[in-house]
């Protein structure tokens, strides 16, 4: 039987708020088998340990969360289903027991490192625009990015949408026979599409895109169409660098920069 911790099975069971979790242990407001508790990490065993609120047991239901990188391969769907039935990424990860969710998406033709998860929390602190998670793409442009057009690019961005989208880096990979280009681009942006129509703004169509890396989650070692579980340092690295972002960003008018990843939870490993 997994051991989680009383506040991360309420939070994963939909109890309430993390913040009014926390006050509601700290006021004594939890028992566990008949015992008051007013530790947050106090141990827990999920379907076994009997926690009341108020005198009233609860019936809570919190699988331990888990945490997958997929890569994704072009021509599938970044969805569990699919109207047109074209392929999606459901079909790739059946081999993962839990019912896990990608966090935010990757087009059609787009390929690379997907995040799976069952954890809500972090899921939202990902895909929030405050969150400013950094993303490295690899790409395949038509023609060359001159160097005027790169600098353009990094100091002012373009408007997409309303929103100034500002890529944190540029770098040249190498230059193909027929005269097209491979870089490497990082954003913080999320909206649909948002490195192809950065680059088709500066008159470099996409023709290839892969995912290298969501923050400091990285596809590396993933072989195309395959899946692995996360480890628990990656998960724990990358929650902090979310809350550090959080509290770089503030209040500030969003504007793509620095930032990243989400918050943590009892992983359940493989064997």
Known sequence: MSTTTLHRMLQSAGFDSRRRIRRGIADGE?????????DPNFPVEPGRDEIRFQGRRLKLNAEPLVYFLLNKPRGVVSTLSDPGRRPTIKDLIRGIPERVYPVGRLDYNSE???????????MKKVITPSSRVPKQYLVKIRGELSETDRRRLLEKGVHLEGIRVRPLEITFIRR??????????TITEGHKHVVRKLLQYAGHPVERLRRLAIGSLKLKGIPVGHWREATEPEIKAFSRELEAGRKVTGNRK??????????????????
């Open 30 to 38: 939890f028992t566990v088998n008949g015992k008051t508790v007013t």
């Open 112 to 122: 690379g490192l997907i995040l799976l998860t069952n954890d809500g929390a972090l």
């Open 176 to 185: 193909t026979a027929q005269g097209h280009s491979w870089l490497t681009i």
């Open 254 to 271: 969003q504007e793509t920069g620095v930032g990243a990843a989400p918050s943590g939870r009892p992983l359940k490993r493989r064997r």
